[in-house]
Nanobody, 125 residues
């Protein structure tokens, strides 16, 4: 069964950090570009970061650039999102997804081939 599972969300104070993990089962995550998205209450889902299939390119939305970092894990079939200097406006459900092309990845497109179920991140004092 093809499946993406996000983990690592939680409650954190402003200025804090979290590391989200996207784990795949049933297929090789390394064969895809992988993106992270988030959706805050009442807002549309937005792409925030992506890593190309060959890991040579990473992309970030302006809202997270310089604070978030995407990488593939040494454990196969995982992709991480390191989130530093978190702000209350980062509060959202975070999703990972696979892209069928590096072009769509570079555009942080929501045109993806598979979604995970999401993990909640809450930034609050």
């Amino acid at each position: 069964q093809v499946k993406l599972v996000e983990s690592g969300g939680g409650l954190v104070q402003p200025g804090g950090h979290l590391r989200l993990t996207c784990a795949a089962s049933g297929f090789a995550l390394g064969d895809y570009a992988v993106g992270w998205f988030r959706q805050a209450p009442g807002k549309e889902r937005e792409g925030i970061s992506c890593i190309s299939e060959n890991d040579q390119s990473t992309y970030y939305a302006d809202s997270v650039k310089g604070r978030f970092s995407i990488s593939r894990g040494s454990v196969k079939n995982t992709v991480y999102l390191q989130m530093n200097s978190l702000k209350p406006e980062d509060t959202a459900v975070y999703f990972c997804a696979t892209h069928i092309s590096d072009y769509l990845c570079s555009k942080l497109s929501k045109d993806v081939s598979a979604w995970g179920q999401g993990t909640q991140v809450t930034v609050s004092s």
